[in-house]
């Protein structure tokens, strides 16, 4: 059985430890408010559990391969993941029912959740690169070549960050959001 464990950043006091992921987990996130924390596995199951007791409040067991990114919404109603069994699944935060299934995604390697701004966009990074779409779905806005990991949404919405080997990459949308640019100035792709 898998261990998560939550250490004190200043004590080095061990507070908690998550125990129920029968493979190693892939994927961590906070509640924006900090009282949950929701972990992806390979065991192919997300988990939702109370940040101070280490209690297990839900298990959400719907996709049928590895979940590779879990992130929490901005405002903390939903919590998105994103699988190897190539679907996205959104999951409301309180009653832990699946709210929508994107499908044929290819194998998802990292998602980053839309925020609380006007229009709300959402990454998806299937193997193949990342797409910037609309949360709630709808026509990509943009879309980039590399298939990113550890892909998160700035606060303000319109840029994500996420790694591909050594390097790090910054997706913005300016202006007309039918466009996105890297802001590395590199066009070459990652050794």
Not at 18 to 28: F, M, Y
Request: hydrophobic fraction near 35%.
């Amino acid at each position: 059985m898998a261990r998560l464990s939550v250490w004190g950043a200043v004590s080095g006091a061990q507070p908690a430890v998550l125990c129920g992921h029968e493979e190693s987990v892939e994927s961590v996130a906070y509640s924006p408010d900090g009282w949950r924390i929701v972990t992806g596995s390979l065991d192919n199951t997300v988990r939702v559990w109370d940040a101070a007791s280490g209690a297990e409040p839900a298990t959400l067991g719907a996709h049928e391969s590895t979940v590779s990114s879990v992130p929490y919404s901005s405002d903390g109603r939903r919590i998105v993941s994103g699988s190897w069994d190539n679907t996205v699944r959104v999951w409301d935060a309180e009653t832990h029912r699946c709210l929508e299934v994107i499908q044929d995604w290819g194998a998802v390697t990292a998602i980053a959740a839309g925020c609380s701004s006007a229009p709300p966009w959402r990454a998806i990074g299937p193997d193949q690169g990342i797409v910037i779409e609309p949360t709630g779905g709808g026509e990509a806005a943009a879309r980039f070549p590399i298939a990113l990991r550890n892909v998160i949404t700035h606060p303000k919405g319109r840029a994500w960050p996420g790694s591909f080997g050594t390097r790090l990459h910054i997706i913005t949308l300016e202006g007309d959001p039918k466009s996105a640019q890297r802001n590395d100035g590199n066009e070459d792709q990652p050794d």
